[in-house]
């Protein structure tokens, strides 16, 4: 099997220092918090941008201050920039930190209930739009699926010439408002995509390590964080996002997984 790249889900847009006080806000917590989970094992951050009170941010000044402070702590890392932003952000708003040139960005391919009243508007044409901008910076797309119908989105968009291979899958379950993330949901996504992409797996919640554990056997690769998830394991909040990466590596380490370095991933998902 091919080696585990491990992306750390840093800080999202929704999850807060009351709900968990290790969640990165200012731009020193996110650099020290990268570091750790690098070193711990992650490859790939995906990274959003807080500001000091926690609020999200689109602010330009503040991704591009967040990217050099972690870029120095983390060299080697694929800094993976989201373009899902927070709920409520217009597309230009999410589209700010693009302008960095980041190696890799995410391309969230379906609009969602996002629970309560909150809805994750991701229409056909913005997937279109945001797809384009990628591809025509050559900054390379993790496709963002919460449920099937994100996945067929996908392959359709293919099929019509608007979005390009390599195809990398970021199969995000137990989103409420989403598909659960059961071992049979993962197993029906995978089954639904070519042979040829490739996946990650991104638990929600309570399903974040024993999705991580399906795909570490399945050969597929593996999403944590403190965005996703708060527990180190039922009642215990993590201490940091290190934390939860060390958690994957020591699973990975019972399957005989080894972990892939940065070089290795950019190698796995064709990135060069
Ligand atoms: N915060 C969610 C509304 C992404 O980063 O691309 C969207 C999200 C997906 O987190
Ligand atoms: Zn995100």
Known sequence: MEKLIITCALTGAEVTQHQNPAVPYTVEQMAQSAWEACRAGASILHIHAREEDGTPSFRPERFAELMAAIRLRCPEAILQMTTGGAVGMTVEERLKPIALRPEMATLDCGTLNFGGDDIFVNTENTIKHIGGVLQSMRI??????????????????????????????????????????EERDFRFLRESIPTDATYSVAGIGRYEFPLAEASIRAGGHVRVGLEDNLYLEKGILATSNADLVQKVVRMAQQYGREIASPAEARKILRME
């Open 140 to 181: 390379f797309k993790e496709l963002e699926c919460f449920e099937k119908g994100h996945v067929d989105t996908v392959l359709r968009l293919v099929r019509q010439g608007f979005l390009q291979p390599p195809l990398h899958f970021s199969f995000v379950l137990g989103v409420q408002g989403g598909m659960t993330g």
